[in-house]
C-alpha cells in the first residue's frame, strides 16, 4: 500500500495544475471595445451657389481662310515658313509670272492699237465736220464717222480692261496671305501645277489670339434650365457675362476665363443639341484649333444650393458619394448627383439637404453603419 503513495501523489498533481491555470485565466478582466473614430465633419448649409453646367467642346479659330490658287501657273518658289505666324499681305507663294507677263504685255499692244484707231476716227469726224454743212460730205458719211469714233471708244475701252485683267493675273502670282494668323503646312511643292478652276489649295491660316471654344448642350437640358430661370430658381445673368473655365485634356484648368458670345437658336435634328461658343484670350498659343477640351459654364447662381469642400466627395467609377453621420453618431454612404466645381468645393445637386452632417477627413477609416466621435472641422470658405 505505501508503496503507490507516489503515484497516486502524481496524477493528482497532474489533475489540479491545469485546473489552477484555468481558474486563474478566468479571473483575468475582459478586454474593452475601442473607442468610436474620431471624424471631422462639416454641417451642410443652404445658401447661394454658382449653377455649373459641364459641357464638351472644342477649340476653333476665331478667323481661318484657305489660300487658294486664283491664277493657272507652275509653283515656282515658297517664300514663307511653314508653321510661322504672318501679317495680312505677307508673300507665301511665287508661281511663275512669265506666261502672264507676256499677257499683259499683249493687252499693252493691244490698247494702242484700239488708241490709234480711235484717234483715227476721231480726225476723219473732225475733217467732215465742216464738209457737211457745204454738202461736201453727205449725211451718211458723217453719221458713218461719227458711229466709227463710238465703237473706236469702245474698243479703247474694252483693250483698257483687257489689260487691267492682264495685269490682275500677274498680281494673282505672287500668292499674298489674306489676313494675319499662323500659316500651316504647304499642301503644295515647287513644280506643281495650280488651277484658279479647280481653286488649288495651296495653304491655310488661322488666327491663334483670341480662339473660340464651341459646346455643345441637350436641347432638352437648355430648356429646362431656361424653365428654371423663368420660375426663380436660377438667376441667370445675360448672355455676355456667362463665365466659362476650361479644362483641358490633362485634367488642369486654363488660367483666363472666357464668356460666351453666341448661343445658336437652332436645334441639331440628328443630335437634338444646341451649339454655345465662347471666346478665350490665347497668348501663350497652349489653345490649338481641333482640340478637345471640357467648360465649366457658370450658368448664373441658385438661391438656395449646396455646396461641401471637395474632399467630402469619393468618386469611383463615375458615381460620386459621401459620408453622412446621423444624429446617433451611425455613419451612412449615400450617393450624390454633382453640379460643378467652384472655390475648392462641390456643387451637389441631388442627396444632400440642409442640416445634415457631413464627414470631410476621417471617411477612409469608417464603414457604414459604425458609430463614430464627430467633431466640428474649421468652416471652409464660402464658394465664389
Same mark, same amino acid.
Given at each position: 500500500?505505501?508503496?503507490?503513495?507516489?503515484?497516486?501523489?502524481?496524477?493528482?498533481?497532474?489533475?489540479?495544475?491545469?485546473?489552477?491555470?484555468?481558474?486563474?485565466?478566468?479571473?483575468?478582466?475582459?478586454?474593452?471595445?475601442?473607442?468610436?473614430?474620431?471624424?471631422?465633419?462639416?454641417?451642410?448649409?443652404?445658401?447661394?451657389?454658382?449653377?455649373?453646367?459641364?459641357?464638351?467642346?472644342?477649340?476653333?479659330?476665331?478667323?481661318?481662310?484657305?489660300?487658294?490658287?486664283?491664277?493657272?501657273?507652275?509653283?515656282?518658289?515658297?517664300?514663307?515658313?511653314?508653321?510661322?505666324?504672318?501679317?495680312?499681305?505677307?508673300?507665301?507663294?511665287?508661281?511663275?509670272?512669265?506666261?502672264?507677263?507676256?499677257?499683259?504685255?499683249? &493687252? $499693252?499692244? @493691244? %490698247?494702242?492699237?484700239?488708241? *490709234?484707231?480711235?484717234?483715227? =476716227?476721231? #480726225?476723219? +469726224?473732225? /475733217?467732215? !465736220?465742216?464738209?457737211?454743212?457745204?454738202?461736201?460730205?453727205?449725211?451718211?458719211?458723217?453719221?458713218? &464717222? $461719227?458711229? @466709227? %469714233?463710238?465703237?473706236?471708244? *469702245?474698243?479703247?475701252?474694252? =483693250?483698257? #480692261?483687257? +489689260?487691267? /485683267?492682264? !495685269?490682275?493675273?500677274?498680281?494673282?502670282?505672287?500668292?499674298?496671305?489674306?489676313?494675319?494668323?499662323?500659316?500651316?503646312? @504647304?499642301?503644295?511643292?515647287?513644280? *506643281?501645277?495650280?488651277?484658279? =478652276?479647280? #481653286?488649288? +489649295?495651296?495653304?491655310?491660316?488661322?488666327?491663334?489670339?483670341?480662339?473660340?471654344?464651341?459646346?455643345?448642350?441637350?436641347?432638352?437640358?437648355?430648356?429646362?434650365?431656361?424653365?428654371?430661370?423663368?420660375?426663380?430658381?436660377?438667376?441667370?445673368?445675360? +448672355?455676355?457675362?456667362?463665365?466659362?473655365?476650361?479644362?483641358?485634356?490633362?485634367?488642369?484648368?486654363?488660367?483666363?476665363?472666357?464668356?460666351?458670345?453666341?448661343?445658336?437658336?437652332?436645334?441639331?435634328?440628328?443630335?437634338?443639341?444646341?451649339?454655345?461658343?465662347?471666346?478665350?484670350?490665347?497668348?501663350?498659343?497652349?489653345?490649338?484649333?481641333?482640340?478637345?477640351?471640357?467648360?465649366?459654364?457658370?450658368?448664373?447662381?441658385?438661391?438656395?444650393?449646396?455646396?461641401?469642400?471637395?474632399?467630402?466627395?469619393?468618386?469611383?467609377?463615375?458615381?460620386?458619394?459621401?459620408?453622412?453621420?446621423?444624429?446617433?453618431?451611425?455613419?451612412?454612404?449615400?450617393?450624390?448627383?454633382?453640379?460643378?466645381?467652384?472655390?475648392?468645393?462641390?456643387?451637389?445637386?441631388?442627396?444632400?439637404?440642409?442640416?445634415?452632417?457631413?464627414?470631410?477627413?476621417?471617411?477612409?477609416?469608417?464603414?457604414?453603419?459604425?458609430?463614430?466621435?464627430?467633431?466640428?472641422?474649421?468652416?471652409?470658405?464660402?464658394?465664389?
Amino acid at each position: 500500500m505505501p508503496s503507490n503513495l507516489p503515484r497516486v501523489r502524481s496524477a493528482l498533481a497532474g489533475v489540479a495544475l491545469p485546473a489552477l491555470l484555468l481558474i486563474a485565466g478566468c479571473s483575468q478582466p475582459a478586454p474593452q471595445a475601442p473607442p468610436p473614430p474620431v471624424v471631422d465633419v462639416v454641417t451642410v448649409t443652404a445658401g447661394s451657389v454658382p449653377n455649373i453646367v459641364e459641357l464638351p467642346g472644342r477649340i476653333e479659330a476665331v478667323r481661318s481662310a484657305e489660300v487658294r490658287a486664283r491664277t493657272d501657273g507652275i509653283i515656282s518658289r515658297r517664300l514663307y515658313q511653314e508653321g510661322t505666324d504672318v501679317r495680312e499681305g505677307a508673300p507665301l507663294f511665287q508661281i511663275d509670272p512669265r506666261d502672264k507677263q507676256a499677257q499683259v504685255q499683249q &493687252a $499693252r499692244a @493691244a %490698247l494702242q492699237r484700239a488708241q *490709234a484707231a480711235r484717234e483715227n =476716227a476721231a #480726225a476723219i +469726224l473732225q /475733217r467732215y !465736220q465742216p464738209l457737211v454743212s457745204d454738202r461736201a460730205v453727205s449725211a451718211l458719211e458723217f453719221d458713218n &464717222a $461719227r458711229s @466709227a %469714233l463710238r465703237q473706236a471708244d *469702245a474698243g479703247v475701252a474694252d =483693250a483698257r #480692261a483687257a +489689260l487691267d /485683267r492682264a !495685269q490682275l493675273e500677274l498680281g494673282y502670282t505672287l500668292v499674298r496671305a489674306p489676313i494675319s494668323g499662323r500659316v500651316g503646312r @504647304a499642301q503644295v511643292t515647287e513644280g *506643281a501645277l495650280a488651277s484658279a =478652276a479647280s #481653286a488649288t +489649295l495651296l495653304t491655310t491660316i488661322e488666327q491663334m489670339e483670341p480662339v473660340y471654344a464651341v459646346f455643345t448642350q441637350s436641347s432638352a437640358e437648355l430648356q429646362h434650365l431656361l424653365a428654371e430661370a423663368r420660375s426663380g430658381k436660377v438667376d441667370l445673368p445675360t +448672355l455676355t457675362r456667362v463665365e466659362v473655365r476650361l479644362i483641358l485634356e490633362d485634367g488642369s484648368e486654363y488660367g483666363p476665363v472666357g464668356h460666351i458670345d453666341f448661343a445658336d437658336q437652332s436645334v441639331n435634328p440628328s443630335t437634338g443639341s444646341q451649339t454655345l461658343r465662347a471666346t478665350f484670350a490665347n497668348p501663350r498659343r497652349a489653345l490649338l484649333p481641333g482640340q478637345f477640351v471640357r467648360g465649366r459654364v457658370t450658368a448664373g447662381t441658385v438661391g438656395n444650393g449646396i455646396a461641401v469642400p471637395q474632399r467630402a466627395v469619393q468618386i469611383n467609377n463615375e458615381e460620386a458619394r459621401v459620408a453622412v453621420v446621423g444624429a446617433d453618431g451611425i455613419v451612412q454612404f449615400r450617393a450624390v448627383t454633382l453640379g460643378g466645381q467652384t472655390g475648392g468645393r462641390w456643387v451637389i445637386r441631388t442627396g444632400l439637404k440642409a442640416g445634415e452632417r457631413v464627414i470631410i477627413d476621417g471617411w477612409q477609416k469608417v464603414q457604414a453603419g459604425q458609430k463614430v466621435q464627430a467633431r466640428t472641422a474649421p468652416a471652409a470658405p464660402a464658394a465664389k
